[in-house]
């Protein structure tokens, strides 16, 4: 039985995307000019993107639009116009990240097709079901995720599923990542990545460099190919493959397109028992682009040495040369044409009467009436030249029959007008389907939030712990009203009298949830059932989407604060926040003071801490040392000599990365009376008790009782709170 599948191609232009449907993909996803995650491609403006809608239509094709990035609050109100034309000309989908720009879309633009991008860091059903009922008609899944998470969310959310099955593996959760953006300003999160993941780094712990000298690359990832594990990936149910390298040529795209066409179609046709695949065509893969290797990536392991490049590259690879002619001639610059069948009627004293069938459409267009020859009648040859000059558009004839009655007579200039108004009417007929009505661009007005930040008095001091033995010097605090304990590091044995040490001495204790909820931390916290419950915490720091549904499911309540990586860039992002039940919001750590100042909704400011440039599935102590479940931190040095901490949490498996000095608001108090948080936060890491301590005393020295304060600490960065990002 045949399985329905999609390929989706990437095109960074216009060129790319001819080349994508002339090798076999189904769909093609590319940016326009804003808002994509790809800012440096070469993205077609307006029209060649409306001219790119039709295109692939009348090749039976689809085309998805990228609109995957953050938007701040001046330019979700720029959303709708953007987006307008596109929906119009009938784009069959777009790509989305920012909460806010997804409820905008769903609201406006109802008839919309919306697919969750990557960039939400869907790691499981639970992710998969809240998206599905804001919204989503499908969900591109995390590249980590294993076959069977996968199907964990085919079996428990009727949602289409798209994962990626070719291309560069981000080092980073995708969503999650900082360091591009906390290095040089060019975040990820906004499609300016400087990919400061593949640069050399030096792994070191306890002052020494621990792995091999010529092993620097511990950050890049090798690239995905996934060739072997197509009917694997199908069966676990993934609707659409999806291809990487919308910053590659025209050349790279039809390459691995034609590839993955060839063996998806031999699945189909030959099913798993007579699917095998050729060497040759892995070796095409590799000439075509080739960073250290190719891995299979995640789909069968959660992580692995062999996954990572390592290595530096070899400045010089021989070309394919007789591979590239191919794909030019083949797919980058052949002109693909869809067969018509044709039929034309010339009867003496009548008007011409032409019919052309194509893609389940038939018109019939009149041309000028057919006059008695007075020389040398039409032949029949004579019109089939003339009408199979099909010239730029986008159809051949397969079939072309001509019944001429009489001895009759038309002008070449009439038969080339009857063919041009044949094919026109065809187009339009076909690309009828797709085009929209559309509502008046006057209607639209960006939902504006109803609340009013509020100026505090006081505000509430919070603090973040990673290590347990900083709590006692947090927990006899005065200044401290509330304590997040990281549910990594602190024993679920003692969570009850962490609490009753809290509450005993006025605070409120919450437990921060890990950043990536997988399989590993959903066991973990059903085994903890019981004892999260009994431990009477008053709520929960949420990192991710899983976590919300997951909570809700079993019961577990508690104030929710949604931290920063569930981002809420803008008002209506926020509003779809409070939506899926947070209590509290935590503003996002990219956007600089006078943007944070446009947010309508009170939230928690980060006021110290190092942030996490990296939340990986890789484990750089795996990589380095050993796998021994036990968690370490060592540092990565760059190129000029900056440290950056690298932790393990192996209670849920994965690793975060952290920057190389901490983020300080310290001297900013104006700036944050003004902005007037409802709570700070003082986000400890990598501190022991007596440094945690000393933050502690001086910024509440500062904050609450306005005093001039010394550092206990030299080295710091204001992150974006003065520079924010483009």
């Known amino acids: 039985m045949k399985k329905s599948v999609e390929i989706l191609a990437p095109a960074?232009?216009?060129?790319?995307?001819?080349?994508?449907?002339?090798?076999?993909?189904?769909?093609?996803?590319?940016?326009?000019?804003?808002?994509?995650?790809?800012?440096?491609?070469?993205?077609?403006?307006?029209?060649?993107?409306?001219?790119?809608?039709?295109?692939?239509?009348?090749?039976?094709?689809?085309?998805?639009?990228?609109?995957?990035?953050?938007?701040?609050?001046?330019?979700?109100?720029?959303?709708y116009d953007y987006l307008y034309p596109y929906y119009r000309q009938g784009l069959d989908a777009v790509i989305v990240q920012d909460l806010g720009a997804f409820s905008l879309i769903r609201n406006e633009f109802p008839d919309l097709p919306i697919h969750a991008s990557t960039q939400m860091t869907i790691?499981?059903?639970?992710?998969?079901?809240?998206?599905?009922?804001?919204?989503?008609?499908?969900?591109?899944?995390?590249?980590?995720?294993?076959?069977?998470?996968?199907?964990?969310?085919?079996?428990?959310?009727?949602?289409?599923?798209?994962?990626?099955?070719?291309?560069?593996?981000?080092?980073?959760?995708?969503?999650?990542?900082?360091?591009?953006?906390?290095?040089?300003?060019?975040?990820?999160?906004?499609?300016?990545?400087?990919?400061?993941?593949?640069?050399?780094?030096e792994g070191r712990q306890a002052g020494k460099t621990?792995?091999?000298?010529?092993?620097?690359?511990?950050?890049?990832?090798?690239?995905?190919?996934?060739?072997?594990?197509?009917?694997?990936?199908?069966?676990?149910?993934?609707?659409?493959?999806?291809?990487?390298?919308?910053?590659?040529?025209?050349?790279?795209?039809?390459?691995?397109?034609?590839?993955?066409?060839?063996?998806?179609?031999?699945?189909?046709?030959?099913?798993?028992?007579?699917?095998?695949?050729?060497?040759?065509?892995?070796?095409?893969?590799?000439?075509?682009?080739?960073?250290?290797?190719?891995?299979?990536?995640?789909?069968?392991?959660?992580?692995?040495?062999?996954?990572?490049?390592?290595?530096?590259?070899?400045?010089?690879?021989?070309?394919?040369?007789?591979?590239?002619?191919?794909?030019?001639?083949?797919?980058?610059?052949?002109?693909?044409?869809?067969?018509?069948?044709?039929?034309?009627?010339?009867?003496?004293?009548?008007?011409?009467?032409?019919?052309?069938?194509?893609?389940?459409?038939?018109?019939?267009?009149?041309?000028e009436e057919i006059q008695t020859a007075q020389n040398q009648p039409m032949t029949e040859e004579k019109v089939r030249k003339q009408l199979s000059k099909t010239g730029n558009t986008s159809f051949y004839f397969e079939t072309l029959t001509i019944e001429i009655v009489g001895e009759g007579f038309l002008p070449v200039q009439a038969l080339n007008e009857l063919r041009r108004q044949g094919f026109l009417q065809l187009e339009e007929a076909i690309l009828s389907d797709y085009h929209r009505k559309g509502q008046d661009r006057a209607d639209f007005n960006v939902r504006k939030s109803n609340a009013v930040k509020n100026k505090l008095t006081h505000r509430k001091i919070t603090v973040s712990l990673e290590r347990p033995d900083c709590f006692s010097a947090v927990v006899k605090n005065p200044d401290v009203q509330r304590i997040y304990l990281d549910a990594a590091h602190f024993n679920p044995k003692q969570w009850k009298s962490y609490g009753e040490e809290c509450h005993k001495n006025g605070k409120?204790?919450?437990?921060?949830?890990?950043?990536?909820?997988?399989?590993?931390?959903?066991?973990?916290?059903?085994?903890?059932?019981?004892?999260?419950?009994?431990?009477?915490?008053?709520?929960?720091?949420?990192?991710?989407?899983?976590?919300?549904?997951?909570?809700?499911?079993?019961?577990?309540?508690?104030?929710?604060?949604?931290?920063?990586?569930?981002?809420?860039?803008?008002?209506?992002?926020?509003?779809?926040?409070?939506?899926?039940?947070?209590?509290?919001?935590?503003?996002?750590?990219?956007?600089?003071?006078?943007?944070?100042?446009?947010?309508?909704?009170?939230?928690?400011?980060?006021?110290y801490g190092r942030l996490p440039m990296m939340v990986t599935a890789q484990c750089l102590h795996e990589g380095t040392v050993q796998c021994d479940k036990k968690p370490v931190i060592m540092m990565i040095k760059d190129r000029i000599g900056k440290e950056f901490p690298a932790k393990n949490h192996c209670l849920f498996c994965y690793n975060s990365i952290y920057n190389t000095d901490p983020l300080s608001l310290h001297g900013q108090k104006k700036e944050i009376d003004r902005l007037s948080p409802a709570s700070v936060r003082l986000q400890f890491t990598i501190e022991d008790p007596m440094q945690t301590d000393a933050v502690i005393t001086s910024f509440a020295d500062e904050l609450i009782r306005g005093n001039n304060i010394v550092l206990p600490y030299k080295e710091f960065t204001r992150g974006h709170f003065k520079r924010g990002i483009e």
């Open 12 to 79: 960074g232009s216009f060129e790319s995307m001819k080349a994508a449907v002339a090798a076999g993909a189904d769909a093609i996803y590319i940016g326009g000019s804003r808002f994509g995650a790809r800012a440096f491609a070469d993205n077609p403006l307006e029209d060649k993107l409306l001219e790119a809608i039709d295109y692939v239509h009348l090749h039976g094709k689809k085309l998805y639009l990228t609109v995957n990035t953050l938007m701040k609050e001046t330019e979700i109100n720029q959303l």
């Open 210 to 367: 621990i792995g091999k000298k010529d092993e620097r690359y511990c950050l890049s990832l090798k690239d995905l190919c996934t060739l072997d594990l197509i009917p694997d990936i199908i069966e676990s149910g993934v609707y659409s493959m999806k291809i990487e390298g919308r910053m590659k040529s025209p050349r790279y795209t039809a390459g691995v397109v034609d590839i993955y066409r060839k063996y998806t179609d031999r699945y189909l046709t030959d099913g798993k028992d007579g699917y095998r695949v050729e060497e040759k065509d892995r070796k095409v893969l590799l000439d075509l682009f080739d960073r250290g290797g190719q891995t299979e990536g995640y789909y069968n392991k959660h992580n692995g040495r062999d996954m990572v490049v390592w290595k530096e590259k070899p400045s010089f690879r021989e070309a394919n040369q007789p591979l590239f002619d191919y794909l030019d001639k083949n797919f980058v610059e052949n002109q693909l044409k869809e067969p018509v069948c044709g039929n034309v009627i010339f009867k003496v004293g009548e008007k011409a009467v032409f019919t052309l069938l194509a893609m389940g459409h038939q018109i019939t267009v009149l041309g």
């Open 508 to 607: 409120e204790c919450m437990l921060t949830l890990p950043h990536i909820f997988r399989t590993h931390a959903e066991r973990f916290f059903e085994m903890q059932n019981d004892t999260l419950k009994n431990a009477r915490f008053d709520g929960f720091l949420i990192r991710s989407l899983e976590e919300i549904d997951f909570l809700e499911k079993n019961g577990i309540e508690g104030v929710n604060v949604f931290d920063f990586g569930i981002y809420g860039m803008n008002a209506q992002a926020q509003d779809t926040l409070l939506t899926l039940g947070a209590d509290e919001i935590t503003w996002p750590v990219e956007l600089n003071n006078h943007e944070l100042e446009k947010l309508s909704k009170p939230g928690e400011l980060l006021i």
């Open 123 to 201: 790691t499981g059903a639970h992710g998969a079901r809240i998206l599905k009922d804001l919204g989503a008609d499908r969900i591109v899944t995390a590249r980590e995720l294993s076959l069977k998470e996968i199907e964990k969310i085919r079996d428990e959310v009727d949602v289409e599923i798209e994962s990626f099955v070719h291309g560069a593996l981000c080092y980073c959760y995708s969503g999650q990542c900082l360091f591009s953006s906390l290095i040089g300003g060019r975040s990820g999160n906004r499609g300016r990545c400087a990919q400061t993941c593949r640069l050399p780094f």
